[in-house]
């Protein structure tokens, strides 16, 4: 477990936040998890799907994004990253009640999640404040999405954690070419902003 400390403001209502120093961040290996059962492929190859899709919905291209092009694709994504975690915690929640048993700590843990996604997607809103066509865009796509994901997590809860987890391995990628974008000198805007 890499070192780190935590910081946690007393006035708010938040969970506590580690923060890593940067030597810690440059040593963390990216990893991918293989594929073994059929749910897993299943998994992995709608995830796939998604993100082709999506990447030519959106003329996707890494070099020809500026910075409004990429706060556009993550304020999206983040919409949508949001979803699982509430589903999963919704739906976990109302089978504790059905079963009148303990779920020994998962639905805290994925409306946490999804309280952490809305961070992400609150952070990114602070540069960018999309207008009613593209809050339109969002709506559709979350009420979708969300009816959807529904959907599969009563069928196989444990399909829809795998494909949580190779859509986080997607967000990595997405944040890791956005971040080589950024030393590229190929948005300049962000150049020399700090973070707040």
């Not at 843990?109 to 952490?116: I, P």
Request: glycine share 6%.
């Amino acid at each position: 477990m890499p070192q780190h400390r935590i910081v946690l403001n007393p006035k708010s209502y938040r969970m506590a936040h580690p923060i890593y120093s940067q030597k810690t961040v440059e040593e963390i290996k990216y990893t991918h998890k293989e594929p073994t059962a059929v749910k897993d492929h299943i998994a992995l190859n709608m995830i796939r799907f998604s993100r082709k899709a999506f990447d030519m919905v959106s003329g996707y291209d890494p070099d020809k994004l500026d910075e409004r092009g990429w706060m556009n694709r993550v304020i999206f994504l983040e919409t949508v990253a949001g979803v699982p975690g509430m589903i999963g915690g919704m739906q976990r929640h109302l089978r504790s009640l059905r079963t009148l048993e303990r779920d020994h700590g998962w639905i805290h843990h994925l409306l946490q999640e999804a309280e952490n996604e809305r961070m992400h997607l609150f952070f990114f809103l602070k540069l960018r404040n999309p207008g009613i066509l593209y809050r339109l865009l969002i709506a559709l796509g979350q009420g979708f999405f969300f009816n959807a994901y529904f959907l599969a997590y009563m069928i196989t809860p444990a399909s829809c954690h795998r494909y949580v987890g190779y859509l986080e391995e997607e967000a990595v990628h997405t944040y890791t070419v956005l971040l080589e974008q950024m030393d590229k000198g190929n948005l300049p805007h962000w150049e020399n902003m700090k973070a707040s």
